[in-house]
């Protein structure tokens, strides 16, 4: 059996689960090893009965002893086993459905533990479906740690666990391809034994270090592959002939008619560009220009404008005669940059067709797409992964965009790259990271870095508040909505998920609309989603026929609402600051002042001190350097920047001093032996092989 063996070919799955799987992105073995867990638990301690009310609303572990047997009555289409206690003055009831058994397993005269959450029904305190342990059994099982994972609806934690372990030993995992030295050198962890730790740890100390292990591997595999693709695209000659910059001519009317459109769109523009715009569209200009084809990465906090720079620079290549693709993360994103542009066409009478392709499209409107992308040789083309799929074919491409960069892997920076002859590259990034790790990451490419934010943009105004305020909030909702505005939500979950307590959104958005009046709309919005559904939803808000969103972080990426002065964001202290920033960076986009309220729901004066950088600055370089500071390289177990870059584990932020020993060592390695092809490298090469095969198979996915 192999990683690349399908799923399904594991004992006991068949064709309704391992659709399942599929669901969750697990194809193959290997990739079940790689569903990380996501969190940790660790049992709570044992509570006696009579001191059950500290624990309301929360997962505990009660002792119990039985006075009387369990009562089990005929409910609807099941049997219910109740078990009624009491301690001094406390009442508590336990109930069991289809477990009628237990009558005979909860003794008399016999001590056990029920773990549950705890509820309260009256007077008497409530606990449905606990598991049950004898004392001795819970005790020994308090010190371990317990994986929770993604999961996905009809796919339970212990049919997940048993899979993954059922693949820990069907694999032979012991050949390690990093070399000993290397391991040695920085106290790495042999791979077999990080993979069994990350996922069923022995203690926090193994748990600790196999997660650096598998993180350094990560870092090391991206910069490794990203060093070989520079090895490639270094010095590749540019083949694409744009006029000069500046046209001179005596003559007024003759000078106005060659200036180039970039310039006559600016000049008509209803703002003026920053400096930092500028010097930027002036870098990419002279890019696309130069002797060798352009590779650049634009850094620009949210809010910097890097949307215009993208079309100045599209719109270059269309004067030319010459085609451009912007790739976008998500559809709705992709719409929006199609509707963009298409008014900026229509704004400055500019005749430039602009084509649109994303998955949701019929087979019959791709045909269409694909038509008009062969016959229009310098047409806008903008999308998501779509741009990227075999039957996507360009004419006369020079100029591929990817806008939130970090969203994207190496591999499809390259399959876009591919799509043309050899096109000029321009990736761009909202995700603020400190310039030193911009460097390492984005080794192949040259960095320009947009750090103004346009005048007419009121700062954001923001508060970080704790739950006996969410009323307060609530109120200030209302008022805005009042004035017309519209206001996001955002919360971490999608549905309710076990063992963890946190804000969901679909039981969200039915809290709020109880809170709102009957005339505001409220809708919710999630990854899980299908794309139309999401795209309506969005245009909806749009057009201000939603006046509040509850959302996940899928609304995080670029989306443009200037009504919308209101981002509360619930559970804060679940969310990395950068991704905090991002959202904060949805709101004031239009002339009215715009506010983020973050409601931190813990105690923990670490989650305050963290949430407070976010009320000190704007500036999301600022943010992210103070985050850094505060979390350390050593913070093994803290919050993560959700779906930065390709990493599963890595978080550029707290494992920062990884991501440079993993640099310096791909770096060696590269400068030993630039395309791995020595004996004594041929465990790495197949590796790095596999590493970008998988990306190219998500691609296609």
Same mark, same amino acid.
């Given at each position: ?66 006075? %009387? ?101 069907? $694999? ?109 569209? $002036? ?82 409107? !791709? ?58 590259? $321009? ?51 209302? !008022?805005?909505?009042? %004035? ?121 004066? !670490?989650?305050? !001190? ?18 850094? %500071? ?72």
């Amino acid at each position: 059996m192999e990683k690349s063996s399908g799923i399904g070919t594991l004992k006991g799955i068949g064709a309704k689960t391992e659709q399942l799987f599929h669901n969750l992105g697990v194809y193959t073995i290997g990739d079940i090893l790689l569903h990380y867990p996501k969190d940790y638990d660790k049992l709570p301690p044992i509570t006696p009965l009579e001191e059950i009310s500290s624990c309301l609303e929360t997962t505990a572990a009660i002792a119990v002893r039985i006075d %009387k047997a369990p009562f089990v009555r005929a409910g609807r289409n099941m049997q219910v086993t109740s078990l009624a206690v009491k301690a001094q003055d406390v009442k508590a009831e336990f109930v069991w459905f289809r477990m009628p058994y237990l009558r005979n397993t909860l003794k008399v005269g016999e001590w056990f533990v029920f773990l549950g959450k705890v509820a309260q029904k009256g007077t008497v305190f409530h606990m449905e479906q606990p598991q049950i342990y004898t004392p001795e059994k819970y005790e020994s099982m308090q010190n371990c740690l317990w994986p929770s994972y993604p999961l996905t609806a009809g796919l339970k934690k212990n049919r997940l666990s048993q899979t993954i372990r059922q693949a820990l030993e069907e $694999l032979d995992l012991s050949v390690d391809y990093l070399p000993e030295e290397v391991r040695a050198r920085h106290g790495l962890a042999e791979y077999n034994y990080a993979l069994e730790n990350i996922h069923f740890p022995e203690n926090e100390t193994a748990l600790e270090q196999a997660r650096k292990r598998l993180v350094f591997d990560e870092f090391f595999k991206f910069i490794l592959a990203a060093g070989m693709q520079k090895e490639q695209m270094e010095e590749v000659p540019n083949s694409f002939v744009f006029p000069p910059l500046h046209m001179e001519t005596e003559n007024p009317d003759a000078k106005k008619q060659e200036k180039a459109w970039a310039d006559l769109v600016m000049e008509e523009l209803p703002f003026c560009l920053t400096e930092a715009q500028k010097r930027t569209l $002036l870098e990419i200009r002279q890019d696309l220009r130069g002797r060798k084809v352009m590779q650049r990465l634009v850094q620009g906090d949210v809010g910097s404008g890097k949307t215009i720079i993208a079309f100045l620079s599209m719109l270059d290549a269309a004067q030319a005669g010459y085609q451009s693709a912007l790739m976008a993360p998500t559809e709705v994103l992709a719409m929006q940059h199609y509707q963009t542009f298409t008014e900026l066409f229509e704004r400055y009478g500019l005749k430039i067709p602009v084509i649109l392709l994303t998955g949701s499209l019929t087979a019959k409107e !791709k045909r269409h797409v694909y038509e008009r992308m062969q016959l229009y040789h310098n047409a806008m083309i903008i999308g998501t992964h779509a741009l990227i799929q075999e039957r996507a074919l360009y004419d006369n491409l020079a100029l591929v965009i990817t806008d939130e960069q970090h969203r994207f892997g190496v591999k499809q920076r390259e399959t876009l790259f591919l799509k043309g002859s050899q096109p000029h590259v $321009l990736v761009m990034s909202a995700t603020p990271i400190p310039r030193t790790l911009a460097i390492i990451l984005y080794g192949d490419l040259d960095i320009s870095v947009i750090d103004e934010v346009p005048a007419r943009r009121l700062p954001i105004k923001s508060c970080v508040v704790g739950k006996k305020s969410r009323n307060t909030s609530y109120e200030f909702l209302r !008022k805005e909505i009042a %004035k017309g505005r519209q206001a996001y939500v955002i919360c971490p979950l999608v549905e309710e998920s076990e063992g963890l307590e946190a804000e969901n959104v679909t039981d969200y958005a039915e809290k709020i609309k109880q809170e709102m009046p009957g005339n505001v709309v409220v809708e919710c919005l999630h990854g899980k989603m299908k794309s139309g559904r999401k795209n309506l939803i969005m245009e909806q808000f749009a057009r201000n026929e939603i006046q509040v969103l509850v959302s996940t972080t899928v609304i995080e990426v670029g989306v443009n609402v200037p009504n919308a002065t209101v981002m509360m964001i619930e559970d804060a202290q679940r969310f990395g600051l950068a991704q905090l920033h991002q959202l904060r960076g949805r709101v004031g986009r239009g002339e009215e002042q715009s506010y983020c309220i973050m409601v931190n729901t813990t105690d923990s004066d !670490k989650a305050k !001190k963290r949430l407070e950088i976010l009320n000190k600055s704007n500036d999301g370089f600022f943010i992210a350097g103070e985050d850094l %500071k505060l979390r350390g390289p050593g913070d093994f177990f803290g919050i993560r920047q959700s779906g930065l870059l390709e990493f599963r584990l890595g978080d550029i932020y707290q494992n920062a001093d990884l991501l440079k020993l993993a640099s310096e060592e791909a770096h060696l390695l590269l400068e030993e032996d630039r395309k791995l092809e020595r004996p004594e490298h041929e465990k790495i090469r197949a590796e790095i092989s596999t590493y970008l095969n998988r990306q190219a198979e998500i691609v296609n996915l």
